[in-house]
C-alpha cells in the first residue's frame, strides 16, 4: 500500500474471491478458491514461479495456484435448527461458485432448496443444491453424518425442554391442588400465614426463590 494513501480499507477473503479473474479457471467456489489458490501481494516479486501468477481484477493482489497440499479451510459455524438463515446463507457462499453476493436470493434457504443456475463448467443448467451439495463433500467427507446428528441432538434437547415443561405444570398443578386442598380443612395456622404474608410479601418473594 502506498504511505499516502488515504484509503486504509483491508480486503479480506471474499473481496479476493468476487474479485478473481475472469478465466474459465476461476469458476469455482469460494471454498475451492481459499483453499488451491495462494494470495500473493502484486509488490512482491515472485522469480521462476511454478505456476502461473494472475492478477486480481482491481484489487492489489494476484493469485497463484498452489503447488503442494491445499490449504486448510476454516469457516464460521451455524446451527440448522436455530439459525437457519445464516446457516444455508454460509452454505451458498462457501460452496456456490458465484460473482457477487447479489447473485443469491433470500430466503437463503428457499433459494438452497429449489433455485436453478448455469453451470460454466459442465455447461448446463443445475439445481443449486446439487452444486452445494457435490463442492460441500470435499471438505465435509461426512456432512451427511453430521447433519444427521445435529438434526437428532436439536429434536432430543426440544423433546428434553418440552418434557422440563410437562413436568413444571404438573408439579405446579399439584400444588395449586394441594393448596386448595388446605385452604379447605379447617386449619387456624392458615389464616396466620395468610395475614403474615399480606404484611410482608417482598420478604415472603425472597423466602421462596
Known sequence: MDPEDNDIYMSNLADKYFDRPMDPEFDICMADFASEYEIKSVNNNIKNPRTPIKRLQTLNFAVKKRCSRNAIIRYPYFNRETDKENYFENLLCLYLPIRSRNELEKLYELFYQTAEVFDNRQLCVRKVKDIVKENRQKYEAHFKETEEIESLYSQLSLDMRENEWAEIIANKEKKSA????????????????????NKNTSVDLKQNF
Not at 386449619?187 to 395468610?194: A, E, K, V
Open 178 to 197: 394441594w393448596s386448595r386442598e388446605i385452604e379447605e380443612e379447617d386449619n387456624p395456622d392458615f389464616n396466620i400465614i395468610h395475614t403474615k404474608k
